[in-house]
């Protein structure tokens, strides 16, 4: 049937796929018709034994006694326990379905375990289970009430499964409307959602009623992959929820289109200046050719002017050097970026020398927080709490002098039994002393990646969620996606923003917008 609506689960075949189909379908259908011809001449004509269709043979089961004896009394039985089971299915998936929407901890607990161990098993296996266990406690007809009885527990957590999704997908000021009226939960559910689910006021989000278009579904999977899902995951919650198949690649190709925006927001233009930027990693297993490789997933986070968090880029690779941050730089550049007053960073590889070659004024801030997780790496337990105290009086000191003299001390009280813990801190401290400057609230600010820790939780939940992701581009992707999902809640600005960026403004004269 032609259509001028895009197709989402196959294309359209045009005039050369359609003529290949035709003759395909021919051929089929004359192999078909001598496989037919040939068998039935095997079974008129067989080596052995009389003729096969011979009506002497096929009378038998045309007779009167036939009709009687088997066929009436099968199809009277079998629609008898289509009956039952169908009034027995519904039973069961409203009582169970609402109750695995009751606020009791214990019901729910209850019926979803009843509901998921229904559709877990196969209804055959129940049949044959209930037919034992009838026979062998002689209750009569015990084949008839286990086909009944296998067909109702079945169907009915389907019912069930259809009560629950159909409730929950009800708008949910209906549920807030209900209880600032003093109705309880229970009440709410009884008297006013499933009611509505029943009388067909639910309206599907994908699949509108009556309509068989489904290019809707797109942006359902893309949401879905942007939660973490996996497209194996995606693919069993399509097929449970509305009833049809869709391949892992499928779901593949469908996220592959948010690549074009992918390329768009990494090129999109930046602001000329922002007052701060964070930059920190994480790492992932991503399966290449064959082999699982860790790859660390750089996010490069900004304060613009406005005080508000802006993320600028998300760079997969394995080669942190010089020349790779220096390039990074390099692009933020070309995007339209002029200056940079400070950068926040862990030690990573050739990050200082590549701010020094891209941006020569900026500060590198060595994140102390970073700086004291490693110090403190391989110090057990007992001296821990104690060794944290100790340190956290350098980088609290009022001014450089006196953060060095803490240093001083903390170094001679703890190198003697973890003689290399402060090393660091003497190599870096070009990178940790530009805080001793400022104010509180602007240390705050810049010692730390606390301002990328949010985001940096997100894109954890996606090393919960997927052990390995099968490319750099599936990361990419997911990556991409929690961004967005993490962003649009980024609307505020940062605490004390106003002080911040006085304070800026004086050390950095002339390099902030008035």
């Keep these: 049937m032609a259509s001028n609506e895009s197709a989402v689960l196959f ?20 192999i078909l ?59 069961f998936g409203l009582v169970f379905g609402v109750g695995r929407l009751l606020p009791s901890l214990l019901i729910r607990t209850i019926s979803g375990a009843i509901v998921e161990f229904a559709r877990a ?45 159909g409730v929950g997908n009800l708008p949910n000021g209906q549920r807030e409307a209900s209880l600032a009226l ?6 709410s559910l009884m008297e006013i959602e499933v009611p509505q689910d029943r009388k067909s006021t639910f309206e599907p989000q994908v699949v509108k009623k009556r309509q068989k278009d489904i290019s809707d579904i797109d942006q359902k999977i893309i949401s879905m992959y942007a939660k973490g899902m996996t497209t194996r995951q995606i693919s069993e919650t399509i097929e449970d929820i509305y009833g049809f198949e869709t391949s892992e690649s499928f779901i593949s190709d469908v996220t592959d289109k948010i690549l074009p925006q992918i ?30 490789r860790k790859l660390a997933a750089y996010v490069i986070l900004g ?7 802006e993320v600028l880029t998300i760079s997969v690779g394995d080669n942190e050097s010089a020349k790779y941050w220096l390039s990074v730089m390099n692009e933020l550049k070309n995007r339209g970026v002029k200056d940079v007053l400070i950068i926040c960073a862990d030690g990573l590889t050739g990050i ?27 110090v057990p337990d007992k001296d821990r709490k104690a060794f944290a105290a100790d340190l956290k009086t350098i980088y609290q000191a009022a001014d450089e002098k006196k953060a060095l003299a803490a240093l001083d001390r903390v170094t001679e009280k703890w190198s003697p039994k973890y003689p290399n813990s402060m090393k660091r801190w003497k190599d870096n401290w070009d990178a940790i002393s530009p805080i001793f400057k400022f104010s ?34 599936a990361l990419l992707k997911a990556l991409y996606l929690a961004t967005f999902e993490a962003t649009k809640k980024w609307t505020s600005t940062i605490r004390n923003w106003a002080q911040v960026y006085g304070e800026l403004s004086i050390m950095y004269e002339g390099r902030l917008p008035e």
């Design 121 to 165: 098993v196969p209804v055959l296996l129940l049949m044959i289970f209930f037919w034992r266990w009838f026979a062998f406690a002689g209750l009569p007809s015990p084949a008839y009430w286990a086909v009944v009885l296998a067909l109702v527990i079945y169907n009915g957590s389907v019912v069930a499964e259809l009560v629950r999704s």
């Design 182 to 187: 003093g109705l309880t939960r229970t009440q």
């Design 263 to 292: 390329e768009d927001w990494q090129n999109r233009p930046l602001d000329e200046v922002y007052p701060i930027l964070y930059i920190d990693a994480i790492h992932y297993s991503v399966r290449d050719n064959g082999v699982i």
């Design 11 to 30: 294309d359209q075949p045009g005039p050369k796929g359609r003529k290949t189909i035709r003759i395909v379908n021919w051929i089929a259908g004359i």
């Design 352 to 378: 200082k020398e590549a701010i020094a070659a891209a941006f020569p004024k900026t500060e590198y801030q060595r994140c102390i927080v970073h700086q004291v997780r490693n110090t403190l790496k391989y």
């Design 33 to 91: 018709a001598v496989v037919v011809v040939l068998i039935l001449m095997r079974l008129h004509n067989p080596p052995d034994g009389e003729n096969q269709l011979s009506w002497e043979l096929w009378k038998p089961a045309l007779d009167a006694e036939a009709w009687t004896d088997f066929y009436l009394p099968g199809l009277w039985a079998t629609i008898r326990a289509s009956v039952l089971a169908v009034v027995g299915a519904v039973v």
């Design 440 to 473: 509180t609230t602007v240390r705050t600010v810049i010692y730390t990646t606390n301002a990328i820790e949010s985001l940096n939780s997100t894109y954890r939940k996606l090393n919960r969620q997927r052990s390995v992701f099968p490319s750099d581009t």
């Design 303 to 309: 304060i613009n002017t406005e005080g508000k968090k």
